[in-house]
Structure formats: C-alpha cells, structure tokens
T-cell receptor, first 116, second 112 residues
Framework: DTEVTQTPKHLVMGMTNKKSLKCEQHMGHRAMYWYKQKAKKPPELMFVYSYEKLSINESVPSRFSPECPNSSLLNLHLHALQPEDSALYLC???????????????FGNGTRLTVT | LAKTTQPISMDSYEGQEVNITCSHN???????ITWYQQFPSQGPRFIIQ???TKVTNEVASLFIPADRKSSTLSLPRVSLSDTAVYYCLVGDVDTGGFKTIFGAGTRLFVKA
C-alpha cells in the first residue's frame, strides 16, 4: 500500500468520452505531480502543482486538464484522447520541490488507462 | 536541467552486492541526488537520497564523490525481489526542485 491513493486502478475509455483520474494524499504535502509512463519507459512529467497552483505544465496537450481542488486532492480530466495516450498515469506528492529541498516524491500505483 | 546517465541494464546473482553508478556532470550546487526503485505496474518508490559523501539506510548505501558529478547506489546482498528498474534523479534548482525528470533508469535482473 502507498500513502498516495489513485482511482480508478484501471480505465478503458473511447476517444469521445470524458473521464477523470483522481489522486489523494494525507501527508500534508504541498506539491503534487502528474506523470505519464509508457511501457518500458521512464515516467514523464506532465504537471506540477505547488500550494494548489499550477507551477509547471510540460507542454501537455489540452485534452489533459489538471485540477487541484485542495491541498490533498489532484484530478486529471481527460477528453477526446487518442489511442497513443494509453499509458500508466502516476500521481506523486512531495513536501516541497523534490530534489533541492530534500523532499522525495511519494508515488501512487497509478491508473492504467486504455483508449480505444 | 541536470541530465543523468546510467547503464541500461545489469545482471546479478542472489547474495551479491550490486553497485549502480549514475553520471550527472552538470549537477547544480543545491541539488540533492535521489534514487528510486520501480516494480512493474507500480509507482516508483524512494530508496535513498544524499548530497555528498556517503549515506546509508536499511536498504541501500549511496556514495557521492567530492565533485558530485556521479553517484553510486549500492545494494548489499540482493535477492530475487530486488529485480526492478532503478532511477537516479537530480533536481532543477531553477524551478525550486519541482521539475523532477527521470532518466532512462537501470534494469536490474537478479538471478537465483
């Protein structure tokens, strides 16, 4: 079990669907992250929220829309995805910025997304 | 942004010590070096973090030379369950360390 909870664990959606991925942490961390991971590749950073404000967007297509309703929750809204968006989507949190402040990332186990 | 370079894969046998070296030539003064372990279909898990010299915890040791341009993760007496991908990361001080970029990682295979 991890301290970062992601739901659902698996999701299958069509290209015209709208769905959301959810992430929750109760460690009091103020930074939250979305990563995308394809098979046999490293996680790729998508978004970073710091104190509930979007601080980094790694040029992610607008069909992915992040939301941070409060310091414990992070959502990723999905709309009009493509089959190549199928991947493992990982959420993480940290106390502050990861490496500069001795604050490692805590990851959830991800949502396995399949776009048909 | 500091880039890391690691061996793509390594093989070992149970009971051996495994050392994985990571190169990070342009590490910034404020950057910490962090290692993660990832099993299939799970999120990466923090192993160890250090700034300089040597750090040891219950699962691993991290050796960092004085110039900090490389680091070595040491796993003592590995078992089959240590088969995983190991990632070395350094932060981006310009973004306060938030822009955490994973390198390609090292796939460790532990054999019986």
């Amino acid at each position: 079990d991890t301290e970062v909870t992601q739901t659902p664990k698996h999701l299958v959606m069509g290209m015209t669907n709208k769905k959301s991925l959810k992430c929750e942490q109760h460690m009091g961390h103020r930074a939250m992250y979305w990563y995308k991971q394809k098979a046999k590749k490293p996680p790729e950073l998508m978004f970073v929220y710091s104190y509930e404000k979007l601080s980094i967007n790694e040029s992610v297509p607008s069909r992915f829309s992040p939301e941070c309703p409060n310091s414990s929750l992070l959502n990723l809204h999905l709309h009009a995805l493509q089959p190549e968006d199928s991947a493992l989507y990982l959420c993480a949190s940290s106390q502050e910025g990861q490496s500069s402040y001795n604050s490692p990332l805590h990851f959830g186990n991800g949502t396995r997304l399949t776009v048909t | 942004l500091a880039k890391t370079t690691q061996p793509i894969s390594m093989d070992s046998y149970e009971g051996q010590e495994v050392n994985i070296t990571c190169s990070h030539n342009n590490i910034a003064t404020n950057d910490y070096i962090t290692w993660y372990q990832q099993f299939p279909s799970q999120g990466p898990r923090f192993i160890i973090q250090g700034y300089k010299t040597k750090v040891t915890n219950e699962v691993a040791s991290l050796f960092i030379p004085a110039d900090r341009k490389s680091s070595t993760l040491s796993l003592p007496r590995v078992s089959l369950s240590d088969t995983a991908v190991y990632y070395c990361l350094v932060g981006d001080v310009d973004t306060g360390g938030f822009k955490t970029i994973f390198g390609a990682g090292t796939r460790l295979f532990v054999k019986a």
